[in-house]
């Protein structure tokens, strides 16, 4: 029996519908306030500016399960042309990526010189793995980060993706056997123009791998932070399971990753109930042994974010009391959620310290301004304390960070406040 497909492709502003099932039983989880966007940082003539915010409420669907956020920015706003994220200057992030196209490659044995697309596709560090493989690449991103790509041999288009440019590129280039979407599937307005995109160039019986931040893991840990405008929809496999059905594809695997704090990685192919994995059926049966469609686990992370939140509050007030504020380190986006929800100012946090490669240098977070400094500072500094904003990649920095002589104790802010001294 065929079901009719929603419509995917979200208005902009204030969502009365969930964004898979179209259900108007939406229950509101957090309300962060209102927040600028995340990745908009300033410039120093920018702060004598005007800022734009909007409204930031966690919902969760009673009817599906989705939990998703009920508004929408513009996508230009989001993914301006300058934007500045970047994969490539992360190592766990360039081992994962690069990892995820060889494993695609060998457990669907594609033949050598196959098209393998990126969806989102940054500067190109997934695509690099496909090329070590002997396949042909194209990367699809809107934002100036493609021409990094380019300039680094991996051919890019710079543009958002939809079914029109999938035409033209089954025209110039042929069907893909492989598409992925990694950390981006979530972010996407037009949802259903990107699946039938997807459907358009994707090959018959092609797989379809997309990773996304994982409800149960942002349940398990209170990733609160995590929760911001470019991630519209955060989901468990179950609405996953049910979106790919309306576009005949068949989720036949999955498996949950650590990248970013706790991802899935779902593998989707272009078929209509083509047989799925004994992992697949574990992983649905565990998110119903954990309860991530019960109400009763949100009410649950709403008391324990606004617990964090207080908490982190009392131990910055205390220390800049002191005449010790503390700083920051690393700037992700969901930096920003964090010290905008929590009302942390450059009085509280002097400054946020990042990696002498980052594009974020020399910029001010949205909304509460603080600079983002050369991570050089720290060291020269030796703070007592410093908050640990990427905590969600908390080991392998503070290890390489102790190895090259910072002394400072970490403040961790989720999932529980906590300070971590050796």
């Known amino acids: 029996m065929t079901h009719p497909v929603p419509n995917h492709d979200l208005p902009l502003g204030h969502l009365e519908r969930c964004q898979i099932c179209a259900s108007q039983a939406l229950e509101q989880v957090l309300d962060l306030g209102y927040q600028p966007p995340c990745d908009s940082l300033l410039t120093a003539p920018m702060l004598q500016q005007a800022e734009t915010f909007y409204p930031l409420r966690f919902m969760r669907c009673r009817d599906c399960g989705l939990a998703q956020i009920d508004h929408v920015v513009p996508r230009e706003v989001l993914f301006h042309q300058d934007y500045p994220y970047r994969s ?39 695509l690099k793995g496909f090329l070590r493989k002997g396949m ?6 809107a934002t100036n980060i493609a021409e990094i790509a380019r300039a680094d041999g991996v051919d890019t288009i ?3 993706f939809g079914e029109a440019l999938a035409n033209r590129i089954l025209a110039s280039h042929g069907p893909a056997a492989a598409i992925t979407a990694t950390n981006v599937f979530a972010h ?29 893991d942002l349940l398990a840990t209170q990733q609160y932070d995590s929760i911001y405008h470019e991630h519209l929809r955060y989901y468990g496999l179950k609405s996953l399971v049910q979106l790919h059905r309306y576009y005949g594809f068949s989720v036949v695997d999955a498996e949950r990753i650590p990248n970013y704090g706790g991802s899935i990685r779902v593998y989707a192919v272009k078929q209509a109930d083509a047989p799925t994995s004994a992992r697949l059926r574990d992983l ?107 905590w969600h990649y908390a080991e392998p920095i503070m290890r390489g960070l102790r190895q090259r002589g910072l002394k400072s104790k970490f403040i961790l802010p989720l999932p529980q406040v906590r300070v971590v001294e050796d």
């Not at 205390?318 to 100012?345: E, F, H, W």
């Open 284 to 390: 649905l049966a565990e998110e119903e042994r954990a309860k991530v469609y019960e109400p009763e686990i949100y009410h649950e992370m709403s008391r324990n974010v606004v617990r964090a939140r207080l908490d982190l509050q009392r131990m910055l007030v205390d220390r800049a009391m002191q005449g010790k504020p503390v700083p920051g380190i690393g700037c992700p986006g969901r930096s920003s959620t964090l010290l905008n929800y929590c009302n942390v100012d450059v009085e509280l946090m002097p400054y946020i310290a990042e990696q002498s490669t980052s594009l974020k240098l020399g910029m001010y977070l949205p909304g509460k301004h603080i600079p983002i400094v050369d991570e050089q500072r720290l060291f020269d500094e030796q703070p007592e304390y410093a908050v640990m904003l990427s």
């Open 88 to 126: 490539g200057i992360t190592p766990t992030l360039v081992r994962n990526l690069q990892s995820t196209a060889e494993k695609i490659v060998g457990s669907f044995q594609l033949p050598a010189n196959s098209l393998c697309m990126d969806i989102g596709s940054n500067d190109g560090t997934l």
């Open 136 to 141: 042909r690449v194209l990367g699809v991103e």
């Open 188 to 216: 996407v307005q037009n949802l259903g123009d990107l699946m039938r995109g997807v459907t358009r160039v994707l090959q018959p019986n092609g797989v379809f791998v997309t990773e996304s931040h994982y409800l149960t």
């Open 158 to 160: 710079q543009a958002f």
